[in-house]
């Protein structure tokens, strides 16, 4: 690592929703238990949406 080999403990989490069947709203929140130092941050937080262009699937998948 490029820092302090010491120990470090992180914990994440995250959930999605399926707004529409072509829509899906995410969020990911993550945090250190680590000590703070000049250069760490304490949260990460990621929201977002993914949007599936193409629409939803308008044939049932073929059975093998």
């Not at 490029?2 to 993550?30: E, H, M």
């Not at 238990?33 to 629409?55: K, Q």
Request: proline content about 9%.
């Amino acid at each position: 690592g490029l820092g302090d080999p010491g120990t470090r403990t992180d914990a994440s989490g995250g959930l999605y929703v399926s707004a529409t069947p072509s829509v899906v709203i995410f969020a990911n929140v993550g945090r250190t238990f680590a000590p703070i130092d000049d250069t760490s941050s304490r949260i990460a937080l990621s929201t977002g949406i993914a949007i599936n262009v193409a629409g939803p699937a308008t044939r049932t998948p073929r059975v093998p």
